[in-house]
């Protein structure tokens, strides 16, 4: 039997994932998060195969998670399940130590094939990733400025881009506001700009948000 936990802070989306997984006679979830300190207090004791994690949940986010079990030396194979698309979150938490990354809007038995495809050893990512990723590999070019940004500050990066403001990314997160300007004030750094207008452009013109 494989052994799966969910951890998404939408009841109803672990519901839809629960379901999809019901149908499989080999697969079980045995165990539910809604937030980070609830993912790693379950998978502390746990023996599951396979964890199916959001990358936004509140407090820690899905790559802080990954990093978190590899401190701890947890052999859970960890996919996951994100509303962000590929191209923005993907690279980075298969670095981090994820063995794969599907969006929320994939099929359902798109899930299935991705947990039994890990299970086997190897990581699962879509097709159009895949040929990012060789692109990636063949590209001789330096990275980008924003490749250089630790993963909460992309995240808020990208939030910031996206027009949200600060009390906004402060609750979503659940960081203060404070905290979300000192992030702000770093990524600004980094990218040498001066204004959430200039991020928004930086960001648009990489493709990094709609």
């Not at 809604?34 to 207090?41: D, F, G, I, Q, R």
């Not at 964890?51 to 802080?64: E, F, N, Q, T, W």
């Not at 670095?95 to 798109?110: F, H, I, M, N, R």
């Not at 299970?119 to 692109?135: M, N, W």
């Amino acid at each position: 039997m494989i052994k799966i936990i969910i951890a998404d802070d939408h009841a109803f989306l672990r519901e839809g994932i629960k379901k999809t997984i019901q149908d499989e006679l080999d697969m079980k979830v045995i165990g539910e998060a809604s937030n980070a300190n609830e993912v790693l207090e379950i998978m502390k004791d746990s023996d599951a195969d396979i964890a199916i994690i959001d990358i936004s949940m509140p407090g820690k986010s899905g790559l802080d998670i990954l990093k978190d079990l590899k401190a701890m030396k947890k052999k859970f194979k960890v996919l996951i399940l994100s509303m962000h698309p590929e191209d923005r979150f993907a690279i980075r938490a298969l670095k981090a130590g994820a063995v794969g990354y599907l969006t929320k809007e994939s099929a359902p038995d798109e899930l299935v094939k991705a947990i039994r495809t890990v299970l086997t050893g190897r990581k699962y990512v879509s097709k159009a990733l895949s040929e990012k990723l060789i692109d990636l590999l063949s590209d001789d070019t330096d990275s980008l400025p924003h490749e250089h940004l630790s993963d909460r500050e992309y995240e808020v990066f990208i939030k910031i881009s996206s027009g949200k403001k600060a009390v906004e990314i402060a609750e979503e997160l659940s960081i203060s506001v404070h905290t979300v300007n000192t992030y702000r004030a770093r990524i600004l750094e980094k990218l040498s700009m001066n204004s959430n207008v200039e991020l928004t452009q930086y960001a648009m013109h990489n493709n990094l948000i709609d």
